[in-house]
């Protein structure tokens, strides 16, 4: 009986020194959305220690003013016309933590010819000039 009554006080112990998110906020990782790909919604909850934990669509409810969410992915159509989107997140398990963003879509097609890897080996080096150690 001992025993059964360590064991549940451990397991309340447990649960009450668990961190619990405080606030959530978006981190980017480019400045637009583009059609026709998954654009990846990054949102972090701020713990009440300081700390940040990454959210997935587990924990957050993500709704949008246009596209489809597919987990933390937002995809928009290839023929998508509008010049943003209003993206907003909130937190399951409390949802007085939400946040709203604006997201602009990019306007121009991505159609640059980056270098090939051979292009990048074959190059001269630049004209900088090499210190010398004096």
């Known amino acids: 009986m001992k025993t059964l009554l360590f064991f549940t006080a451990l397991l309340i112990t447990s649960f009450a020194n668990a961190q619990k998110v405080d606030s959530i906020f978006f981190h980017l990782y480019t400045d637009s959305l583009k059609k026709g790909v998954h654009n990846y919604i990054n949102v972090d909850g701020k713990l ?3 700390r940040w934990l990454p959210l997935t669509a587990k924990e957050i409810q993500f709704s949008a003013s246009a596209g489809k969410f597919e987990g933390n992915d937002l995809v928009l159509s290839p023929d998508f ?3 943003k989107v209003i993206v907003k997140a909130v937190l399951r398990n409390n949802t007085a ?3 709203e963003i604006t997201i602009w879509v990019k306007k121009k097609p991505d159609d640059e010819i980056l270098p090939t890897k051979n292009d990048v ?3 001269k080096p630049s004209k900088r000039r090499a210190r010398k150690n004096q």
Do not use: M, P, R
Request: hydrophobic content about 15%; proline content about 0%.
């Open 97 to 99: 933590a939400t946040k």
């Open 48 to 50: 009440s220690d300081g």
């Open 81 to 83: 016309s509008e010049e």
């Open 121 to 123: 080996l074959n190059s």
